[in-house]
Nanobody, 122 residues
Framework: QLQASGGGLVQAGGSLRLSCAASERTFSTNVMAWFRQAPGKERQFVARVSFITGRTLYADVVKGRFAISRDSAKNTMFLQMNNLKPEDTAVYYC?????????????????WGQGTQVTVSS
């Protein structure tokens, strides 16, 4: 349902742009998000965007460095990551918010993509 891509290996201070494509936006949600999960840690919210209003929400740890956006016509979401840090290293996942739910807990999201690895070297 969701296909994340764009990960890779980058040096600290570098940039990457992740993409998340939906085969078709058959689910009724209009809100999608990025999460990440580092080895041995819980899945962590990164950013969220509304496909209708464009309204965004960011985790404090990425605010000012990451930018989430969407192309509603193409059912695609992006995450521009700048000034990357080694602690940003994780598998990044995109997901769709379950209609009617509003929190940023992973349990409020579904249709998880397979994830894309982001590795930031120091």
């Amino acid at each position: 349902q969701l296909q994340a891509s764009g990960g890779g290996l980058v040096q600290a201070g570098g940039s990457l742009r992740l993409s998340c494509a939906a085969s078709e936006r058959t689910f009724s949600t209009n809100v999608m998000a990025w999460f990440r999960q580092a080895p041995g840690k819980e899945r962590q919210f990164v950013a969220r965007v509304s496909f209708i209003t464009g309204r965004t929400l960011y985790a404090d740890v990425v605010k000012g460095r990451f930018a989430i956006s969407r192309d509603s016509a193409k059912n695609t979401m992006f995450l521009q990551m700048n000034n990357l840090k080694p602690e940003d290293t994780a598998v990044y996942y995109c997901a769709a918010q379950i209609p009617g739910l509003t929190s940023i807990r992973p349990s409020d999201f579904s249709a998880w993509g397979q994830g894309t690895q982001v590795t930031v070297s120091s």
